[in-house]
T-cell receptor, first 113, second 109 residues
Framework: DTAVSQTPKYLVTQMGNDKSIKCEQN?????MYWYKQDSKKFLKIMFS???????INETVPNRFSPKSPDKAHLNLHINSLELGDSAVYFC????????????FGEGSRLTVL | RKEVEQDPGPFNVPEGATVAFNCTYS??????FFWYRQDCRKEPKLLMS???SGNEDGRFTAQLNRASQYISLLIRDSKLSDSATYLC??????????FGTGTSLTVIP
């Protein structure tokens, strides 16, 4: 059983299109995240939700809109895709133990042509 | 300035060598510290947490210096399977985890 699962794993699309990436965790965690990893491999936090409530919203264009229908799901919708949006998008959820470990999905590789 | 800074490397070391990675963080109010490992085209995974007194897990030793805002990871007796990118991670407040750019390690036979 995959603890944090993302779909799709690969996404190739044209500039200007709208696309969504879905994330689900079966760990019972309250907090979920979206991170973006660019070509230089830098992992940058985008959003975080705690029990369906937005708690972190870094400087991300309005074209990116997260949605959390329940605490086990955190989806990411991107409007009007641009070349610079090409990256790997990782979903993660936070453990409840004192270690505060992050559990990542396998990533969704987005390529904008 | 990035919240967490690391030397990106790459570090190329022979099997059996000892290698050390360093990391600095900008926010003195940071709460918790971690080292994650990321293999090529895979997701990051927790390697170990870093405690104030320093801690060891087999061949891996992590140290924290809060006064200098500095974290280190020491790998002894390097194995080929240690080849990966090592990410320094800092929990600032509440739920904000910030990642360093990662240090690339290749262990050579």
């Amino acid at each position: 059983d995959t603890a944090v699962s993302q779909t799709p794993k690969y996404l190739v699309t044209q500039m200007g299109n709208d696309k969504s990436i879905k994330c689900e965790q079966n760990l019972g965690h309250d907090t979920m995240y979206w991170y973006k990893q660019d070509s230089k491999k830098f992992l940058k936090i985008m959003f975080s939700y705690n029990n369906k409530e937005l708690i972190i919203n870094e400087t991300v264009p309005n074209r990116f809109s997260p949605k959390s229908p329940d605490k086990a799901h955190l989806n990411l919708h991107i409007n009007s895709l641009e070349l610079g949006d090409s990256a790997v998008y990782f979903c993660a959820s936070r453990g409840l133990t004192n270690t505060g470990e992050l559990f990542f999905g396998e990533g969704s590789r987005l390529t904008v042509l | 300035r990035k919240e967490v800074e690391q030397d990106p490397g790459p570090f190329n070391v022979p099997e059996g060598a000892t290698v050390a990675f360093n990391c600095t963080y900008s926010n003195s109010a940071s709460q918790s510290f971690f080292w994650y490992r990321q293999d090529c085209r895979k997701e990051p995974k927790l390697l170990m947490s870093v405690y104030s007194s320093g801690n060891e897990d087999g061949r891996f030793t992590a140290q924290l210096n809060r006064a200098s805002q500095y974290i280190s990871l020491l790998i002894r007796d390097s194995k080929l399977s240690d080849s990966a990118t090592y990410l320094c991670v800092v929990l600032f407040t509440g739920n904000q985890f910030y990642f360093g750019t990662g240090t690339s390690l290749t262990v050579i036979p």
